[in-house]
Protein backbone atom coordinates (compact mmCIF):
# COMPACT_ATOMS: atom_id res chain seq x y z
CA UNK A 1 0.00 0.00 0.00
CA UNK A 2 1.63 3.29 -1.07
CA UNK A 3 0.13 6.81 -0.55
CA UNK A 4 -1.69 7.01 -3.54
CA UNK A 5 -4.08 4.11 -2.69
CA UNK A 6 -4.76 5.49 0.73
CA UNK A 7 -6.13 8.66 -1.08
CA UNK A 8 -8.26 6.26 -3.73
CA UNK A 9 -9.76 4.61 -0.67
CA UNK A 10 -10.38 8.15 1.28
CA UNK A 11 -11.45 9.93 -2.07
CA UNK A 12 -14.00 6.84 -2.44
CA UNK A 13 -14.92 6.51 1.11
CA UNK A 14 -13.11 3.64 1.23
CA UNK A 15 -12.64 3.39 4.44
CA UNK A 16 -14.35 0.33 6.92
CA UNK A 17 -11.35 0.92 8.71
CA UNK A 18 -12.67 3.63 10.15
CA UNK A 19 -14.64 3.57 13.75
CA UNK A 20 -18.10 5.37 14.38
CA UNK A 21 -17.20 5.64 18.24
CA UNK A 22 -13.64 5.50 20.61
CA UNK A 23 -12.21 2.34 20.14
CA UNK A 24 -13.23 -0.15 22.77
CA UNK A 25 -9.37 -1.05 24.16
CA UNK A 26 -8.08 2.32 24.51
CA UNK A 27 -11.50 3.70 26.65
CA UNK A 28 -11.66 0.48 28.50
CA UNK A 29 -7.40 0.34 29.03
CA UNK A 30 -5.99 3.84 29.04
CA UNK A 31 -5.64 3.94 32.54
CA UNK A 32 -3.31 1.11 32.84
CA UNK A 33 -0.85 3.54 30.80
CA UNK A 34 -0.91 5.88 34.42
CA UNK A 35 -0.06 9.00 32.11
CA UNK A 36 -0.73 12.13 33.80
CA UNK A 37 -3.35 14.79 32.54
CA UNK A 38 -2.19 17.01 29.63
CA UNK A 39 0.79 14.49 28.28
CA UNK A 40 1.38 14.09 24.75
CA UNK A 41 -0.19 11.25 22.70
CA UNK A 42 0.81 10.24 19.57
CA UNK A 43 -1.71 8.58 16.93
CA UNK A 44 0.65 7.98 13.67
CA UNK A 45 -1.95 6.75 10.54
CA UNK A 46 -4.89 8.51 12.98
CA UNK A 47 -7.37 9.06 9.79
CA UNK A 48 -10.34 10.74 10.84
CA UNK A 49 -10.26 8.58 14.46
CA UNK A 50 -13.00 9.80 17.23
CA UNK A 51 -10.27 7.87 19.50
CA UNK A 52 -8.79 11.73 18.59
CA UNK A 53 -11.45 13.57 20.08
CA UNK A 54 -11.32 10.98 23.38
CA UNK A 55 -8.09 11.80 24.38
CA UNK A 56 -8.38 15.33 23.61
CA UNK A 57 -11.71 15.62 25.81
CA UNK A 58 -9.51 13.81 28.38
CA UNK A 59 -7.12 16.37 28.43
CA UNK A 60 -4.17 14.80 26.85
CA UNK A 61 -2.31 17.11 24.08
CA UNK A 62 -2.90 14.90 20.76
CA UNK A 63 -0.42 14.84 18.11
CA UNK A 64 -1.64 12.89 14.31
CA UNK A 65 -0.10 12.14 11.48
CA UNK A 66 -1.87 10.92 8.13
CA UNK A 67 -1.37 11.21 4.44
CA UNK A 68 -4.50 11.73 3.56
CA UNK A 69 -5.80 15.78 2.83
CA UNK A 70 -9.65 14.35 2.74
CA UNK A 71 -8.93 12.69 6.13
CA UNK A 72 -7.79 15.23 8.01
CA UNK A 73 -10.18 18.16 7.24
CA UNK A 74 -13.01 15.85 7.17
CA UNK A 75 -12.31 14.99 11.01
CA UNK A 76 -11.80 18.93 12.03
CA UNK A 77 -15.64 19.41 10.04
CA UNK A 78 -17.22 16.68 11.03
CA UNK A 79 -15.70 17.35 14.33
CA UNK A 80 -17.49 21.16 14.06
CA UNK A 81 -13.64 21.99 15.15
CA UNK A 82 -12.15 25.24 13.66
CA UNK A 83 -8.30 25.07 12.95
CA UNK A 84 -5.67 26.93 11.74
CA UNK A 85 -2.93 25.01 9.29
CA UNK A 86 1.01 25.96 8.45
CA UNK A 87 3.59 24.41 6.10
CA UNK A 88 6.03 22.97 8.88
CA UNK A 89 8.85 21.12 6.37
CA UNK A 90 7.09 18.34 4.20
CA UNK A 91 4.24 18.20 6.52
CA UNK A 92 1.16 20.70 6.63
CA UNK A 93 0.08 21.08 10.14
CA UNK A 94 -3.52 21.56 11.10
CA UNK A 95 -4.42 22.76 14.58
CA UNK A 96 -7.39 23.43 16.77
CA UNK A 97 -7.11 23.66 20.98
CA UNK A 98 -5.07 20.63 22.01
CA UNK A 99 -5.50 18.38 18.93
CA UNK A 100 -2.72 19.01 16.15
CA UNK A 101 -2.90 16.65 12.91
CA UNK A 102 0.29 16.67 10.63
CA UNK A 103 -0.87 15.57 6.86
CA UNK A 104 1.43 13.68 4.72
CA UNK A 105 3.80 11.28 4.90
CA UNK A 106 4.76 9.20 8.34
CA UNK A 107 8.25 9.14 7.20
CA UNK A 108 8.37 13.07 6.75
CA UNK A 109 7.75 13.10 10.29
CA UNK A 110 10.69 14.31 12.04
CA UNK A 111 11.38 15.66 16.05
CA UNK A 112 10.92 18.66 14.59
CA UNK A 113 7.71 18.12 14.31
CA UNK A 114 7.23 16.26 17.45
CA UNK A 115 10.05 16.30 19.81
CA UNK A 116 9.41 13.72 22.53
CA UNK A 117 5.83 11.82 23.54
CA UNK A 118 4.46 10.24 26.48
CA UNK A 119 2.69 7.60 24.91
CA UNK A 120 2.03 5.91 21.21
CA UNK A 121 -1.32 4.88 20.55
CA UNK A 122 -1.21 2.72 17.61
CA UNK A 123 -4.60 1.17 16.78
CA UNK A 124 -4.58 1.56 12.78
CA UNK A 125 -0.61 1.80 11.99
CA UNK A 126 1.24 -0.90 12.49
CA UNK A 127 -1.56 -3.76 10.76
CA UNK A 128 -2.00 -0.31 7.62
CA UNK A 129 1.59 -1.50 6.66
CA UNK A 130 3.00 -4.12 4.46
CA UNK A 131 4.94 -7.28 6.47
CA UNK A 132 7.74 -5.76 3.64
CA UNK A 133 7.47 -1.99 5.31
CA UNK A 134 7.52 -3.04 8.94
CA UNK A 135 11.10 -2.95 9.32
CA UNK A 136 11.23 0.46 8.25
CA UNK A 137 7.71 1.59 10.15
CA UNK A 138 9.12 0.14 13.14
CA UNK A 139 12.37 2.17 13.12
CA UNK A 140 11.40 5.23 12.26
CA UNK A 141 8.28 4.84 15.26
CA UNK A 142 11.25 4.55 17.26
CA UNK A 143 12.19 7.75 17.11
CA UNK A 144 9.63 8.92 19.86
CA UNK A 145 10.07 5.77 21.97
CA UNK A 146 12.15 7.87 24.59
CA UNK A 147 12.70 6.36 27.88
CA UNK A 148 9.70 6.99 29.46
CA UNK A 149 7.41 6.85 26.31
CA UNK A 150 4.75 3.94 26.49
CA UNK A 151 3.58 2.36 23.55
CA UNK A 152 -0.44 1.63 23.24
CA UNK A 153 -0.66 -1.41 20.47
CA UNK A 154 -3.43 -2.87 19.25
CA UNK A 155 -3.01 -5.32 16.27
CA UNK A 156 -5.00 -7.51 14.55
CA UNK A 157 -3.93 -11.54 13.48
CA UNK A 158 -5.82 -14.15 10.79
CA UNK A 159 -4.67 -15.97 7.93
CA UNK A 160 -3.07 -13.99 5.97
CA UNK A 161 -3.44 -16.82 3.06
CA UNK A 162 -7.61 -16.56 3.22
CA UNK A 163 -7.60 -12.54 2.91
CA UNK A 164 -4.81 -10.17 1.96
CA UNK A 165 -4.59 -6.70 3.69
CA UNK A 166 -5.16 -3.91 4.77
CA UNK A 167 -5.74 -4.83 7.60
CA UNK A 168 -2.53 -6.92 7.52
CA UNK A 169 -2.23 -9.86 9.91
CA UNK A 170 0.20 -8.75 12.41
CA UNK A 171 0.77 -11.99 14.72
CA UNK A 172 1.80 -11.87 18.15
CA UNK A 173 5.02 -13.26 17.48
CA UNK A 174 5.72 -10.38 15.29
CA UNK A 175 5.35 -8.01 18.22
CA UNK A 176 7.51 -9.94 20.44
CA UNK A 177 9.93 -10.09 18.09
CA UNK A 178 10.50 -6.37 17.26
CA UNK A 179 10.11 -5.33 20.66
CA UNK A 180 11.93 -8.33 22.16
CA UNK A 181 13.82 -5.34 24.08
CA UNK A 182 10.81 -3.84 26.00
CA UNK A 183 8.37 -5.23 28.55
CA UNK A 184 5.28 -6.65 26.89
CA UNK A 185 2.31 -7.42 28.42
CA UNK A 186 -1.31 -8.02 26.62
CA UNK A 187 -4.24 -6.55 28.04
CA UNK A 188 -7.13 -8.35 26.36
CA UNK A 189 -7.55 -10.89 22.89
CA UNK A 190 -10.94 -11.05 21.23
CA UNK A 191 -12.26 -12.72 18.41
CA UNK A 192 -13.92 -10.12 16.39
CA UNK A 193 -14.64 -12.14 13.69
CA UNK A 194 -18.10 -11.59 13.48
CA UNK A 195 -18.08 -8.40 14.45
CA UNK A 196 -18.78 -7.34 10.49
CA UNK A 197 -19.94 -9.67 8.08
CA UNK A 198 -16.83 -8.79 5.48
CA UNK A 199 -14.54 -10.96 7.84
CA UNK A 200 -16.27 -14.15 6.66
CA UNK A 201 -16.97 -13.12 3.45
CA UNK A 202 -13.33 -13.21 2.87
CA UNK A 203 -12.95 -16.94 3.58
CA UNK A 204 -11.64 -15.80 7.82
CA UNK A 205 -12.73 -18.14 10.22
CA UNK A 206 -10.94 -16.43 13.37
CA UNK A 207 -9.88 -12.74 13.79
CA UNK A 208 -8.05 -11.71 16.93
CA UNK A 209 -7.77 -8.44 17.94
CA UNK A 210 -5.26 -7.67 20.84
CA UNK A 211 -3.87 -4.74 23.08
CA UNK A 212 -0.85 -4.72 24.19
CA UNK A 213 1.08 -2.42 26.76
CA UNK A 214 4.41 -1.92 25.71
CA UNK A 215 7.23 -0.37 28.28
CA UNK A 216 10.78 0.03 28.07
CA UNK A 217 12.71 -2.40 31.24
CA UNK A 218 13.41 -0.92 34.22
Not at 185 to 211: C, F, Y
Request: hydrophobic share 35%; glycine share 4%; net charge negative.
Amino acid sequence: MQIKDWNHRWENQMIGFHENQANYHLTRYLDQFSIAKNATVFVPLCGKSLDLIWLSQHGYQVIGIECSPKAVVDFFTEQNLSYETHQQGKLVAYTSSNITIYQGDFFDLTEDHLKQCDLIYDRASFVAFTPAQWDQYILHLSTWFGDSTQLFLVTLEYDQNSMNGPPFSVPDKAVRNYYKEKSIAILEQLDVIDEGPKWRKSGLTSLLETSFKITNKN
